[in-house]
Nanobody, 123 residues
Framework: QVVLIESGGGLVQAGGSLRLSCAASGRTLSYYTMGWVRQAPGKERESVATITWDSGNTVYADSVKGRFTISRDGAKNTGYLQMNSLKPEDTAVYYC????????????????WGQGTQVTISS
């Protein structure tokens, strides 16, 4: 069993930055792909960024390319999402998730989910 806990959300002005963290417990994440998924009010969840267990591959949604960076620290069993140049449309609850699937193509392939952290961007 993997327990994921996100932190780092908050309220920032457009153009600002935030760094989200996802701390894992219960099992090492060494062989899990990690992803960040967000859900805005009234919208479906969407994948934002994904990083494979060996950090060899990363995938980003077009809407965040060049602004967001996903990373992970194996020693700390923690994943991160650095978000720069934030826009009001980035406002959402952000979830981290983990899967043994190397590069998931659907959100259903994630086996473990955190409780989410709210990110609000003011214009």
């Amino acid at each position: 069993q993997v327990v994921l806990i996100e932190s780092g959300g908050g309220l920032v002005q457009a153009g600002g930055s935030l760094r989200l963290s996802c701390a894992a417990s219960g099992r090492t994440l060494s062989y899990y792909t990690m992803g960040w998924v967000r859900q805005a009010p009234g919208k479906e969840r969407e994948s934002v960024a994904t990083i494979t267990w060996d950090s060899g591959n990363t995938v980003y949604a077009d809407s965040v390319k060049g602004r967001f960076t996903i990373s992970r620290d194996g020693a700390k069993n923690t994943g991160y999402l650095q978000m720069n140049s934030l826009k009001p449309e980035d406002t959402a609850v952000y979830y981290c998730a983990a899967t043994r699937v190397r590069m998931p193509t659907t959100l259903d392939e994630y086996a473990y989910w955190g409780q989410g952290t709210q990110v609000t961007i003011s214009s």
